[in-house]
């Protein structure tokens, strides 16, 4: 099981046929990948946040999303579906290797002295959600009473400290065991799909 193994596979001993049977996750050109539901995260994203009155959503992402344009290209449909609006100052990105500094950008985004602040966060990678929370704790925004989060996981998914928080992701157990089906399968000369689609789970924080 490779998870995002983005290279070719071409002249290296992954194509020979003695090679044990390969399932990659997320990202790769193997003979059969497992490709996490992106679209239907961001519908159930903001469509979770638009039931919950939001108008204005801000996005702390980990940095692979492309330039700002290519981001918001993706998004800019389902913004106008529910009516919600953005801008650049919101969209936000922080790495995963460095994640702490989640906390400082959601202060600045979130500080008494902002005229404008956003209702609605979408935090993209469960790496940033602890420091992010906490950014945005620190800036004496309350949660959810003044803004409604939507992040990321993987679950089973450690708790977190706030309540009302809305987790979009993956079922880890589920997705191995998808896998190693088609591990199974394959070595035992059935046919696998090229590609399959991965669907999130929700789970909001009580």
């Not at 090679?19 to 990202?27: A, K, L, Q, S």
């Not at 801000?58 to 999303?65: C, M, P, R």
């Not at 950008?105 to 906490?134: F, S, Y």
Request: aromatic letters at 8%; one cysteine or more; charged letters at 20%.
């Amino acid at each position: 099981i490779m998870v995002r193994g983005d290279f070719s596979f071409h002249d290296t001993p992954l194509k020979d046929p003695a090679c044990p049977p390969i399932v990659n996750i997320d990202v790769g050109p193997g003979p059969c990948t497992i490709i996490f539901d992106q679209q239907e995260f961001w519908e159930i994203s903001l469509k979770s946040l638009a039931d919950k009155g939001c108008k204005r959503i801000a996005f702390l992402h980990n940095g692979i999303a492309g330039t700002h344009e290519e981001f918001l290209k993706k998004l800019n449909p389902l913004l106008n579906k529910y009516e919600l609006s953005t801008a650049p100052h919101w969209v936000q990105a922080c790495s995963a290797y460095n994640a702490d500094w989640s906390c400082n950008t959601m202060l600045l985004m979130m500080h008494k002295g902002q005229n404008e602040r956003p209702d609605g966060l979408v935090i993209m990678d469960d790496n940033l959600t602890e420091w992010a929370l906490e950014g945005v704790l620190r800036s004496g925004v309350s949660i959810p009473h003044e803004l409604h989060i939507v992040t990321h996981a993987n679950f089973p998914a450690p708790p977190l400290k706030c309540k009302g928080i809305i987790q979009v992701g993956c079922d880890i157990d589920a997705l191995l065991k998808m896998a190693i089906g088609f591990i199974e399968r394959t070595k035992k000369g059935e046919n696998v799909p090229e590609v399959v689609t991965f669907s999130p789970i929700v789970h909001t924080v009580p």
